[in-house]
């Protein structure tokens, strides 16, 4: 069967550390694979797009790899802070048809002081 | 307006009243998504509109569930018959080169 899975519900870090969320899938080709921010009470926010064909991507403190042999998604946020704290989602294009994308359940994760 | 908008952000109602939910997607945006979020778990797709194409209806759970899009623009989800486990935050969002922009949700709490 087709699964998009985020290995944490919850991941704890301290503020300073570099947080790595994990995203793994089966039985899906994505062209493209998206991590997305959620705050409690709002709707997810597009934070980076990864292409098959690139392995890393990087925007500010935030990188992420992709890895289509191992059908794997690594999202870091490094020097976290506490207002990292939120949750996480990634979500992958499911047919190369641009059609709705399938998301994880997410990963909160909270960054103390 | 800059985003995504939605209303009503809550809605009660009681099991068995019909509920529209509205979908304003942001200007020049042609794909148009519902998804359902329920606590603790992840986004569900609902529907999918794409332009004038016939939408994608296939994550509707039951015959209850449909929804419009009127003039390429404002959407309208309609639960008809509303059960106990329809509650959940109804998100919906629009879509420029594969990048969803989420409005904030509306929360249907069915009593």
């Known amino acids: 069967s087709q699964k998009i899975e985020q290995n944490s519900e919850a991941l704890n870090i301290q503020e300073g550390k570099t947080a790595t969320l994990t995203c793994n899938y089966t039985?899906?080709?994505?062209?493209?694979l998206q991590w997305y921010r959620q705050d409690p009470g709002r709707g997810p926010v597009f934070l980076l797009l990864?292409?098959?064909?690139?392995k890393e991507k990087r925007k500010e403190r935030l990188k992420v790899t992709f890895d289509t042999t191992l059908k794997q998604s690594l999202f870091h946020i490094t020097a976290s802070q506490p207002a990292d704290s939120a949750t996480y989602l990634c979500?992958?294009?499911?047919?190369?048809?641009?059609?709705?994308?399938?998301f994880g359940k997410g990963t909160t994760l909270s960054v103390s002081s | 307006g800059a985003g995504v908008s939605q209303s009503p952000s809550n809605k009660v109602t009681e099991k068995g009243k019909d509920v529209e939910l509205r979908c304003d997607p942001i200007?020049?945006?042609?794909?148009l998504y519902w998804y359902r979020q329920s606590l603790g778990q992840g986004l569900e797709f609902l529907i999918y509109?794409?332009?004038?194409?016939?939408?994608?209806k296939s994550g509707l759970p039951s015959d209850r569930f449909s929804a419009e899009r009127t003039g390429g623009s404002v959407s309208t989800l309609t639960i008809q018959r509303t059960q106990q486990e329809d509650s959940a935050v109804y998100l919906c969002?629009?879509?420029?080169?594969?990048?969803?922009?989420f409005g904030p949700g509306t929360r249907l709490t069915v009593l």
């Open positions: 039985n899906y080709s994505p062209a493209y």
């Open positions: 200007s020049g945006h042609t794909a």
């Open positions: 990864i292409r098959e064909n690139e």
């Open positions: 979500a992958l294009d499911p047919n190369q048809a641009g059609t709705a994308l399938i």
């Open positions: 969002a629009s879509s420029f080169k594969g990048t969803q922009y």
């Open positions: 509109f794409q332009g004038n194409s016939a939408p994608d």
